[in-house]
C-alpha cells in the first residue's frame, strides 16, 4: 500500500483547549527533552526553555553567522563551535553557561565520539593502507584505460555512490575514496579543488537519502515518525535522483572544462597538502585485486548488519570482572548495530589489505599510521564540536522563534521541507535537524497531510531528501571532515560543494512538483491533482 492511513501513527489529533502559548512552550520542553534526554519538569523549573522573540533569534542567527563565518576564514572549529554557543547562551541566560556547556555541549560531543570515533579511526587507516599498497594507483590507471581521463569525475562519483549505497558511512567514504580520487584527478590533469565538490556529489546527495532503500540514518529517521519504510515513494526519489545527478555531473563538468581553458591543471605537488604517498615498489596490482578491499567493506557491512541483531538480539549484558558489587552493563544493540557493522567491515577491509599487500604497506606502515590517526582525530573532534553546537542551539528559545514561524507556510509538502533543510543548516547536520525537526512537528505535518490527502510515504521522502539540502552549510562536519582530509580550504574549495547543496536542495521542490502534477508515490496515481492541492 502506497497510501498510509496517517491517523495510526498519530499520538493526538490537532491542538486542545490549552492557549498557543502554552502549547508552544509545551512544544519546546518536549523538543529540548529530546535533545538532552532529562525529564520536562526539570527542564522547565531549571529555566532551560524560556518564551522567545526577535532578540533570541538574533541570538541563534549571530551565533550561526559567526561559526560559518570562522569556518570559512579556516579558523579551528574545536576552538570555536564552543565559543559560538556559550556565546549564544550567554546573551540568552548567562547563568546557564556552565550547565549548558558541561550538561548538552560536552555531553553530545563526547557522545558523537564515544559512538563514532572508531569508525573515522578505521576509516582513516583503511583509506592509508588503499593508497600505501598502491591498490589506489592501480584501480585509477584501469578507470582511465577502461573510461577515459575526461570521465574521471564520474568515475569518483560512481564509486562514492556504490559504496555509500552499500551501507558504508559517508566518513568513511570520505577517507576511502580520496586517495583515489587524487591520483586519478592527477593523472587527468584536473584541478585538486574539484575533489571536495566530485566526492559531496557522490557521497552526499542522492545515495545518501534520495534513492529509495538507501540504509543511510537520513533515510531511515522518518520510518519511526511516519510509519513508513526505507523504500518510500521510490519514483519521487528517484526523479530526484536523477535530477541531482544529471545538474551535479553537468556542473561539475563545466568547472572542469573552464580551468582546462584557463590552463590550470592539478596543482604543484610541493604546495599542497595531504598528498598521497607515491607508490614506489613497482609493478601494480591487478585492478581485481586492488578492488578485493573495497569489496569486501560493502559486502562485510551488509552481512554484519544482518548477522548482529540475530547474535545478540535486542540488547545484551555483561557483569565487569571488578572487586565488589558491580552494576550490569546493558547495551542496546538494536542502537549500535549499524556502526558496529560498519566497524567489523573496516577491520576485515585492512586485514585483507595488508594480506594482498603485506611488502609495500609493512615498509611505510609506522609513518603511514601516524599520519592517519591524526587525521582521524581532528576529522572526529571537528564534527563532535559541530554536534554539541548544534544541540545547545536547538535549545535556545531563539531556535523555537525559527520553528514557529516555518509553521505559517501553507503548503504542507513546502512547509515540511524547508522546516526541515532550515533545522539542519542551523544545526549543521542532516539528521539531528530533521531529528529535531520532526520530534517536535510530526504531528502537525500528518494532521496537514490527512487533510490535504497526502500519503505519509511522500512526507517520508520530502523530509529525507530536505534535510540533506541546506545541512551542508561551512559548519557542517562533513564538510569539515572533507576538506580536511583533502588537505583543502573553504576558500580553495567550498563553492563547488556549496553549488551541490544548491542543486540537491533544490531537488526537494522538483519532487513536490512532481508530486503536484502527477500523484506519482509507488509508480501509479494515488490521487488526482484535485484532490491534493
Known amino acids: 500500500q502506497c497510501r498510509r492511513p496517517a491517523k495510526l501513527y498519530l499520538r493526538t489529533m490537532g491542538r486542545g483547549s490549552a492557549s498557543a502559548d502554552t502549547d508552544d512552550r509545551s512544544r519546546a520542553i518536549a523538543r529540548a527533552v529530546f535533545i538532552t534526554g532529562r525529564d520536562a519538569q526539570s527542564l522547565s523549573s531549571q529555566g532551560v526553555v524560556h518564551d522567545g522573540g526577535d532578540m533570541s533569534f538574533l ?22 563551535a564552543p ?40 576509516g582513516a587507516i583503511f583509506g592509508k593502507l588503499i593508497e600505501l599498497s598502491g591498490f589506489s594507483k592501480s584501480i585509477v590507471s584501469a578507470v582511465i584505460r577502461l573510461f577515459g581521463a575526461e570521465r574521471a569525475m564520474l568515475s569518483i562519483v560512481a564509486v562514492c555512490a556504490v559504496l555509500t549505497y552499500g551501507g558504508v558511512s559517508l566518513f568513511v567514504v570520505v577517507f576511502a575514496v580520496y586517495p583515489f580520487a587524487a591520483e586519478l584527478f592527477r593523472q587527468s590533469d584536473i584541478p585538486k579543488r574539484l575533489i571536495p565538490g566530485t566526492i559531496a556529489l557522490g557521497a552526499f546527495t542522492f545515495t545518501m537519502d534520495a534513492l529509495p532503500g538507501t540504509p543511510q540514518i537520513q533515510n531511515i529517521i522518518p520510518t519511526s515518525f511516519f510509519g513508513t519504510t526505507t523504500w518510500a515513494a521510490p519514483w519521487l526519489g528517484t526523479i530526484g535522483a536523477v535530477f541531482i545527478l544529471i545538474l551535479g555531473m553537468s556542473y561539475l563538468e563545466w568547472r572542469r572544462r573552464t580551468a582546462k581553458r584557463n590552463g590550470e591543471g592539478y596543482g604543484d ?24 578491499p573495497l569489496v569486501l567493506v560493502g559486502v562485510v557491512n551488509k552481512l554484519l548488519t544482518l548477522w548482529i541483531p540475530q547474535v545478540y538480539g535486542s540488547s545484551h549484558e555483561f557483569v565487569p570482572a571488578v572487586i565488589g558489587k558491580a552494576a550490569p552493563v546493558v547495551q542496546e544493540v538494536s542502537k549500535i548495530a549499524a556502526i558496529w557493522s560498519v566497524q567489523g567491515a573496516l577491520l576485515v577491509g585492512i586485514a585483507s589489505v595488508i594480506v594482498l599487500a603485506w611488502r609495500p604497506v609493512a615498509a611505510s606502515f609506522a609513518e603511514g599510521a601516524k599520519h592517519a590517526i ?40 513546502v512547509n515540511e521541507a524547508i522546516t526541515v533543510t532550515a533545522l539542519a543548516g542551523i544545526t549543521g547536520s542532516a539528521s539531528g535537524g530533521m531529528s529535531i525537526a520532526l520530534a517536535a512537528m510530526a504531528e502537525t505535518f500528518i494532521v496537514n497531510a490527512n487533510a490535504a490527502g497526502i500519503p505519509m510515504d511522500v512526507l517520508h521522502r520530502v523530509a529525507s531528501m530536505a534535510s540533506g539540502g541546506m545541512d551542508t552549510l561551512p559548519h557542517n562536519g562533513a564538510v569539515i571532515t572533507l576538506l580536511a582530509v583533502t588537505g583543502l580550504t573553504h576558500r580553495q574549495a567550498y563553492k563547488d560543494i556549496f553549488a551541490i547543496t544548491l542543486i540537491k536542495t533544490g531537488a526537494v521542490f522538483v519532487i513536490i512538483g512532481a508530486f503536484y502534477a502527477t500523484g506519482l ?6 490521487a488526482s491533482p484535485e484532490t491534493i492541492r
Open 521 to 526: 508515490v509507488c509508480g501509479a496515481r494515488t
Open 59 to 80: 541570538i541563534v542567527l549571530a551565533a550561526l553567522c559567526f561559526l560559518m563565518f570562522v569556518a570559512y576564514r579556516g579558523y579551528s572549529v574545536i576552538l570555536f
Open 83 to 122: 565559543i559560538a554557543a556559550l556565546g549564544a547562551v550567554l546573551l540568552t541566560d548567562a547563568s546557564l553557561v556552565a550547565p549548558m556547556f558541561t550538561g548538552l555541549f560536552m555531553d553530545k560531543m563526547v557522545g558523537f565520539l564515544k559512538l563514532y570515533f572508531p569508525v573515522f579511526l578505521l
Open 269 to 292: 605537488a610541493a604546495t599542497l597538502l595531504n598528498e598521497p604517498a607515491a607508490f614506489v615498489d613497482g609493478k601494480l596490482a591487478h585492478p581485481l585485486l586492488a578492488l578485493t
Open 374 to 413: 591524526g587525521g582521524a582525530m581532528l576529522a572526529a573532534m571537528n564534527t563532535a564540536s559541530e554536534y554539541g553546537f548544534g544541540a545547545v542551539i536547538a535549545a535556545l528559545p531563539g531556535f523555537l522563534v525559527v520553528a514557529n514561524a516555518l509553521q505559517s507556510i501553507p503548503n504542507p509538502l
